[in-house]
């Protein structure tokens, strides 16, 4: 069963420290695997899409990497407005759709 | 580009009523998506449409359905409401054989 486990549940940051979210997989045939940031009450917004390990891709602070069974996304030098909900989702080639199986999200508070 | 709308934004309904929430795709977008998301929870497929057809249901009892319009545009019908049912529900678009989805703002379904 395809499954994506995200650690830490909660990270507090201060502004400008570096650090990293976790996103660990299982899938049956990785099709694409996606972060998005999700403000309360919003509608995930797409941040990246990563194929094949060792793929990255970068967008202002934030830097995603992909391994075999994991992925990793950098906040470089985070800022207050970087505050948000950080979800992982993977799409599997088994099955007739694109659908996305997500993980819980790391909350992430940046303070000022 | 308007991106993928979501009416209503929030609802409240009472236990036993059936509510329709309305969802109309990205610009370009054939391929619309359901998900249900509870509080602190990762969104949850429900079901997706292409052609005017459901292609795919997550584990989600037949109380829910859906329909997809000519226009690409979709409904999300859900009948005997349950206190559970009380969650965010959104809406994601994407082309066929796409793999990047997009979502809408979401409706906050609250049953009383």
């Known amino acids: 069963e395809d499954q994506v486990t995200q650690s830490p549940e909660a990270l507090r940051l201060q502004e400008g420290e570096s650090s990293s979210l976790n996103c660990s997989y299982t899938v049956s045939g990785l099709r694409g695997l996606f972060w998005y940031r999700q403000d309360p009450g919003k509608g995930p917004e797409f941040l990246f899409t990563?194929?094949?390990a060792g793929e990255e891709k970068e967008k202002e602070r934030l830097k995603a990497t992909l391994t075999k069974k994991e992925s990793f996304l950098h906040i470089t030098a985070p800022k207050p407005e970087d505050s948000a909900t950080y979800l992982c989702a993977v799409q599997g080639y088994g099955g007739a759709t694109n659908k996305l199986i997500f993980g819980t999200g790391t909350l992430l508070a940046v303070q000022p | 580009d308007a991106g993928v709308t979501q009416s209503p934004t929030h609802l409240i309904k009472t236990r036993g009523q059936q509510v329709t929430l309305r969802c109309s795709p990205k610009s370009g977008h054939d391929t619309v998506s359901w998900y249900q998301q509870a509080l602190g929870q990762g969104p949850q497929f429900i079901f997706q449409?292409?052609?005017?057809?459901?292609?795919q249901r997550g584990n989600f009892p037949d109380r829910f359905s859906g329909h997809q319009f000519p226009n690409y545009s979709s409904e999300l019908n859900v009948n005997a409401l349950l206190l559970g049912d009380s969650a965010l529900y959104l809406c994601?678009?994407?082309?066929?054989?796409?793999?990047?989805?997009?979502f809408g703002q979401g409706t906050r379904l609250t049953v009383v």
């Open positions: 994601a678009s994407s082309s066929a054989g796409g793999t990047e989805a997009f």
């Open positions: 990563l194929y094949s």
């Open positions: 449409y292409y052609e005017e057809e459901e292609r």
